[in-house]
């Protein structure tokens, strides 16, 4: 086993790995940016290393910095947690040639499915079921109109190195091609420095339900199960729950031997999440693979009672898995509190927290990084904490996250936690009707005062 790990993120991840490791006997080693001074990972953690000034670029993305963090503290492995370098196969191939463990994917696995248009190219031949679209890269737009006639409209346009939810555009009719493909061309070398794109057939109405995957070092896979990720904001997560309304067990059954066909495919070795679109009659198509944690495996953990991140460490130090596949026994439901404006379309509300008090009671867990006077930095992502519950049922689940987020106090900035409160409240979500397209409709009623 591991005696040091470096943990190479911040905020409530970072946190996260690191109470894991404290339980399994591992030392740690935080590294933080000077914006992140003050952070509680920072203070959790057996050491700690400044990497260099807010900008990511500059610290939670620089890997020569990070290794040479790794180094002198005399670390053995690196958890990457989620985004930063979680899926960058050079730092893992850096991390390599170290001879530090990278605990998530290795580099060949991280660039098979790292570009997205690669990866469903190996999923049509390993037999798992993809959006219909095109094979490979679209680069003439003749050929791509074809395509687009071929597949049918409405089709959707997507930039082969993107992610978060940016990349994308819809197209509704031939008139329209065009002009979408010229824009989403730019904007992909823009935002990605990648202007390859690929083309699908955009699935109405469709649920984003994922499978929690494991592989070891051995060829053993398991699956844990879905989470439905359909309450999405401009294609990012805002809620996600385990068991999801929309599933049975045949298609549980389906999904997970598709999830893990996916992942043997590419002889994955870690945790790992294989993302589909399900549609009405409950079709299921192949997304994409992540090859790291996901934010939201905390749902997992509580219904099957397993600590995810224990369970990377473990494959990562060759400890072989059991191969069993896990059933929900229990509902989970998750809610991002960001610090955003809900009232104000989702902008973002950094500064500093002024009071906080976090929801407690039996079946309510809290993951974050905060706490009064600490100052949320700019210069990040804008979640500031997970609230996550867990009951028998998925009402009782719904009747505690409402209680839970009634409880919850934080000051001094917006948060997404008013949203939260009227999303629990709606017949609609309380009844499992939901598509992605359910916040499209969804209408936040500012409260008076
Ligand atoms: P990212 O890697 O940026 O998260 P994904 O490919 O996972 O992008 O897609 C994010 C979301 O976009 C999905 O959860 C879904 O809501 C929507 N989406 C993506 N592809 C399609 C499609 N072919 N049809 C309908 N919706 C889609």
Redesign the pocket.
């Given at each position: 086993m591991f005696k040091k790990i470096l943990i190479a993120n911040r905020g409530e991840i970072a946190l996260r790995v690191i109470r894991t490791c404290r339980e399994m006997g591992i030392k740690t080693v935080a590294v933080y940016s000077t914006a992140d001074k003050e952070s509680l990972h920072v203070r959790f953690a057996d050491e700690a290393v400044c990497i260099g000034p807010p900008p990511s670029k500059e610290s939670y993305l620089n890997m020569s910095r990070i290794i040479a963090a790794a180094e002198i503290t005399n670390a053995d492995a690196i958890h990457p947690g989620y985004g930063f370098l979680s899926e960058n196969a050079k730092f893992s191939k850096l991390c390599q040639q170290h001879n530090i463990k990278f605990i998530g994917a290795l580099p060949e696995q991280i660039e098979a499915m790292g570009d997205?248009a690669t990866a469903k190219s190996t999923m049509i031949a390993a037999g798992v079921p993809c959006?219909p679209g095109t094979e490979g890269l679209v680069t003439d737009i003749t050929v791509a109109k074809k395509e687009a006639k071929r597949i049918g409209y409405p089709v959707?346009l997507?930039a082969t190195a993107?992610?978060?939810?940016?990349?994308?555009r819809l197209v509704w009719k031939e008139e329209e091609f065009q002009e979408a493909f010229d824009k989403a061309s730019q904007e992909a070398g823009a935002a990605f420095g990648n202007a390859g794109m690929y083309m699908?057939?955009?699935?109405l109405e469709?649920r984003?339900i994922e499978i929690q995957i494991a592989g070891d070092q051995y060829g053993t896979f398991c699956h844990m199960s879905e989470r439905d990720?359909s309450i999405?904001r401009r294609?990012q997560k805002l809620v996600e729950e385990t068991p999801s309304p929309f599933m049975t067990k045949a298609l549980r059954k389906k999904m997970g031997e598709a999830a893990i066909k996916a992942a043997a495919s590419v002889n994955y070795e870690g945790v790992g999440t294989v993302?589909f679109?399900v549609d009405k009659d409950r079709n299921f198509y192949f997304?994409?693979m992540n090859t790291r944690i996901q934010v939201e495996h905390t749902i997992t953990e509580e219904v099957i009672d397993y600590d995810l991140i224990r369970e990377q460490i473990k494959i990562a130090a060759g400890i072989p898995i059991s191969g069993l596949n896990y059933e929900p026994t229990r509902h989970s439901i998750q809610c991002r509190i960001n610090a955003e404006d809900p009232f104000n379309d989702f902008r973002p509300s950094p500064g500093k927290i002024t009071s906080y008090h976090s929801p407690g009671g039996h079946g309510v867990r809290v993951d974050t990084h905060v706490y009064a006077g600490y100052t949320i930095p700019p210069n990040y992502d804008s979640m500031i904490g997970k609230l996550i519950v867990s009951a028998q049922t998925r009402e009782e689940a719904i009747t505690k996250m409402e209680r839970a987020l009634s409880e919850y106090v934080i000051e001094g900035v917006n948060t997404t936690i008013p949203f939260h409160l009227q999303l629990m409240q709606n017949e609609q979500f309380r009844k499992g009707n939901f598509t992605?397209k359910f916040l499209e409709d969804f209408e936040i009623v500012k409260p008076k005062v």
């Open positions: 997205k959006v959707i997507k993107g992610g978060g939810g940016k990349g994308m699908e057939k955009y699935i469709p984003h990720c999405q294609h993302e679109l997304m994409e992605t």
